[in-house]
């Protein structure tokens, strides 16, 4: 961030502007008891640049970094290797002079990077249609629900015991001030998904059927016969995707017919970033665009026929009357969505099936030498780079005792699903391009100390 400094002349030029007489003006809405009367406790009042740069610096060095560990973390944010060229190019004045199209045809090169990324996510999703990008994967799947509402005008919903607990969470918050009816349930540590006890759940009431592809445990279903079940009686299938990079070796949700797909952006381009900002991936049949949420960029030409681009469609508040929103969404991820562009460019169709490939490869590999371990089952009888594992003890305090190792072994189901004893014994472990052979060897063999 550029640091943009403004004097005491700028100031009062503003506030004159605005008709303030002072900054104490712009906070008279907060109430007096809520306003810092002087500096924040505990923070000293000044300190050099250098001295500062060295205590934040020494704050994040506090932190254990994926790249320098063992890391087999997944469960939603997936470390892959991201070009550096992305970082370059996403800082192009193409691009970041035009961040935000409020005039949206002045904007070309940020118009164009959309077009060209909406097209690239619904050939991902398989999809007619896809939009110029979402906040992150939770939020896009409660806007999938929404969609599905007004669609069928039904508000039930039937979510997928495989769903991301975080997934569900987000779409219960929302629920509340809806009135959406949610049926969800936990996973089992079972081979196979859920889908019989799904069609079984599905009546007249059901607006739409979430499931995950992959799901949570990284089992892979096939969605074709979910999604016939779901139009016999007049509702939507929405499929859930968290792991991009598996489409390139999988088939697409929308070549099974699914309805509405949406997912999560993170692993390509954009990083783990400890958590955030992210991007989420939406599609769907082009009889539905209109229901969609937030925006869609198209291809024309102007005056002279030279190519343009143009805002085509919007369907959120800031564009249209807010009675007849689809979404109080006010932006979509641009700077993630123009990272991952760039980096599903620079793979091309051929390089994402290599790396889906090689993940998958190394997935394999790592879960044939963990099967080895005594104390260890693997779960899944199919998974991308991404599986289950049962082990001979609670999994919780083994992820923490090669923690202190310096192994992050992955994401305990105990963390996910607190007080469900059944699943306290799973741990859900990634595999991507970046993890070693060194590093699966190191996994297994702290396994084996530990659960002896």
């Given at each position: 961030m550029r640091y943009l400094p403004l004097t005491a002349d700028d100031r009062t030029a503003m506030l004159a502007r605005i008709g303030a007489a002072s900054i104490d003006d712009l906070f008279v809405d907060v109430p007096e008891a809520a306003r810092l009367d002087g500096p924040i406790h505990g923070l000293p009042n000044h300190a050099s640049e250098l001295a500062v740069e060295r205590h934040l610096s020494a704050l994040a060095r506090k932190n254990t970094v994926a790249d320098d560990v063992p890391f087999f973390l997944g469960a939603g944010a997936y470390r892959h290797h991201v070009p550096a060229s992305v970082d370059h190019l996403i800082q192009r004045g193409e691009f970041l002079t035009a961040?935000?199209?409020?005039?949206?045809e002045i904007a070309q090169g940020t118009l164009q990077m959309l077009f060209e990324f909406q097209t690239q996510v619904a050939r991902l999703l398989g999809t007619d249609v896809a939009n110029a990008?979402?906040?992150?994967?939770?939020?896009?799947?409660?806007?999938?629900?929404?969609?599905?509402?007004?669609?069928?005008?039904?508000?039930?919903?039937?979510?997928?015991?495989?769903?991301?607990?975080?997934?569900?969470?987000?779409?219960n918050t929302m629920a509340k001030f809806t009135g959406d009816v949610l049926e969800t349930a936990a996973p089992t540590l079972t081979a196979e998904p859920d889908t019989a006890s799904l069609i079984d759940k599905i009546d007249g009431d059901t607006s739409c059927?979430?499931?995950?592809?992959?799901?949570?445990?990284?089992?892979?279903?096939?969605?074709?016969?979910?999604a016939a079940a779901c139009h016999a009686n007049k509702a939507l299938l929405i499929a859930v995707v968290t792991e991009p990079v598996a489409l390139g070796a999988l088939k697409s949700p929308g070549e099974m017919d699914a309805d509405i797909v949406v997912g999560e952006g993170q692993s390509l381009g954009v990083g783990l970033q400890f958590g955030g900002p992210y991007v989420g991936l939406m599609g769907c049949k082009e009889k539905y665009i209109r229901q969609m949420p937030g925006?869609?960029?198209?291809?024309?030409?102007?005056?002279?026929?030279?190519?343009g681009f143009v805002?085509?469609?919007?369907?959120?508040?800031?564009?249209?009357?807010?009675?007849k929103a689809t979404s109080n969404i006010?932006?979509?991820?641009?700077l993630c969505a123009l990272a991952f562009s760039i980096h599903m460019?620079?793979?091309?169709?051929?390089?994402?099936?290599?790396?889906?490939?090689?993940?998958?490869?190394?997935?394999?590999?790592?879960?044939?030498?963990?099967?080895?371990?005594?104390?260890?089952?693997?779960?899944?009888?199919?998974?991308?780079?991404?599986f289950t594992l049962k082990l001979s003890k609670e999994a919780r305090p083994v992820v923490w005792q090669l923690a202190e190792r310096d192994i992050l072994a992955g994401v305990s189901m105990g963390r996910l699903y607190p007080g469900e004893d059944a699943l306290a014994n799973g741990l859900i472990v990634a595999v991507t391009e970046t993890t070693t052979a060194e590093d699966v060897e190191a996994l297994a063999s702290a396994l084996e100390e530990v659960l002896a």
């Open positions: 961040y935000t199209p409020y005039q949206p990008s979402m906040y992150d994967g939770s939020t896009a799947c409660w806007e999938a629900i929404t969609m599905a509402r007004r669609i069928t005008k039904r508000g039930k919903a039937i979510l997928s015991s495989g769903l991301h607990p975080h997934y569900v969470s987000v779409a059927v979430v499931v995950q592809y992959p799901d949570i445990l990284g089992r892979i279903g096939d969605l074709s016969e979910l925006r869609f960029c198209g291809e024309t030409v102007d005056a002279e026929g030279k190519r805002l085509t469609l919007s369907t959120r508040e800031q564009h249209i009357r807010r009675e006010c932006t979509n991820s641009g460019t620079l793979l091309g169709e051929a390089g994402l099936r290599k790396l889906a490939m090689v993940n998958h490869t190394q997935a394999v590999a790592a879960a044939e030498r963990l099967a080895r371990v005594p104390g260890v089952e693997v779960v899944n009888r199919s998974f991308f780079n991404e």
